[in-house]
């Protein structure tokens, strides 16, 4: 597709369990990025790919997130245990190269996850 | 403590006129500053960005402003049209690395026809 595809949209959990979230980014860019808006805030940044690689991790907000990039291209986003702070719109970006204003990110949809 | 603030959330415009959206950040070390825009159940769209080499970035209806002095920036739309109506994120990074944006909280623009 054209553009960055996220699955699922929308992902309703119940505590404890663990979910799986899925990027598949511009067919292309190098720069594939993680991050969460919660309600009424602002883009909080979690993790950064390059190529398969993950230089910063440190907006991981606690241990039971991970996230793997495979091949250079699809991205997986995973939360063990959830727990209700999680519930917030997931967002994966891709860019051509690092920079931002040169090659600016390009978001999906996103993912809605909500824990009950 | 947000390096990034948008105090205002949410602005209301009629169509036809300017909308002026501000943006104030804490950081002295911030060098680079985009906007997006984003529609509800889609994820943000890059709309402009202005470095701080510059003053004033524009891209048709899209003006950036930034003063770095008061360390403030702010997106005027003219002239605007309904289907501006969306939340606007404005981001600023150091490094001009896009993990190192900070992003503000957004706001949400309505443009009544």
């Known amino acids: 597709g054209a553009g960055v595809s996220q699955s699922p949209s929308n992902k309703v959990t119940e505590k404890g369990k663990d979910v799986e979230l899925r990027c598949d980014p511009i067919?292309?860019?190098?720069?594939l990025y993680w991050y969460r808006q919660s309600l009424g805030q602002g883009l909080e940044f979690l993790i950064y790919f390059q190529g398969n690689s993950a230089p910063d991790k440190s907006g991981l907000p606690s241990d039971r997130f991970s996230a793997e990039r495979t091949g250079g291209s699809v991205s997986t986003l995973t939360i063990q245990r959830t727990q209700q702070e999680d519930s917030a719109v997931y967002l994966c970006a891709s860019s051509l190269a690092q920079t931002g204003s040169n090659s600016p990110l390009h978001f999906g949809n996103g993912t809605r996850l909500t824990v009950t | 403590d947000q390096q990034v603030k948008q105090n205002s959330p949410s602005l209301s415009v009629q169509e036809g006129r300017i909308s002026i959206l501000n943006c104030d950040y804490t950081?002295?070390?911030?060098?680079?500053f985009l906007w997006y825009k984003k529609y509800p159940a889609e994820g943000p769209t890059f709309l402009i960005s202005?470095?701080?080499?510059?003053d004033k970035n524009e891209d048709g209806r899209f003006t950036v402003f930034l003063n770095k002095s008061a360390k403030h920036l702010s997106l005027h739309i003219v002239p605007s049209q309904p289907g501006d109506s969306a939340v606007y994120f404005c981001a600023a990074s150091g490094d001009n690395y896009g993990q190192n944006f900070v992003f503000g909280p957004g706001t949400r623009l309505s443009v009544l026809p």
């Open positions: 202005i470095s701080s080499i510059k």
């Open positions: 067919s292309g860019h190098t720069a």
């Open positions: 950081n002295s070390m911030f060098d680079y």
